[in-house]
């Protein structure tokens, strides 16, 4: 006993003498490790609103909202700091590789929660048909750029090439009716492309898809 209270007693002489262990914050700011896990900083360029990081992120710290609604139908990914553990799953798992990074940023205190965010908009692409979600237009346009010649094979990823290059509008507000030969060279999800394209090799309009199920 007496020797645990020498050590003690040995501590406090030293602490006397000694710099404290710890930092004189926020008057000092802490340095971060340079692989230090911070707030996850989303790029407005190298997104392309997929929502696969919504998908992966353990503590569902990333929402993924679309309105179809109005003339640009759109869709926002939103990183919510206040649930987020800092896994770096979404950087790790991130389609475009660059969409989303780490930062070394750490003193997210606040008191106020709904100021911690941070989000993108992209616009999103319906059928011209139904009105389904198909995808981003960003997100479309990566595709095109990765898969190259390939991408031509594919009649949605042809009609926004032609929409970026200039050779068709880019304001064709969606028409939503029952997909039939003419529908064929527009932007449709699989459902309506399959009835258009019955439609065109039998002249008979096949029974609606349930797309319900
Ligand atoms: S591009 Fe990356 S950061 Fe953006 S929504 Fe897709 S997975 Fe998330
Ligand atoms: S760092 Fe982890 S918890 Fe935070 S948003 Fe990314 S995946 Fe979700």
Redesign the pocket.
Known sequence: MKLFKLRELKQAFTALFNKPYTNNFPAQPHIPFPRFRGR?VPSDDACIACGA?AE????R??EVINTVEGNIPSRAVI?HYDL????????RLCTTIDGVK?SNEYDLATDDRSTLFARIDKELILCESCRAIIAPRAQLLWLIKRMGALASGNFNLVFEMQKELGLVSRAQPPTPGFASRQDLYRVLCPHCRHQALIFNQTGKQPPALDNSL
């Open positions: 996850p990081c992966v992120c353990p503590s710290a990333i990183w987020c553990i800092f896994c770096g799953q979404c950087e780490l």
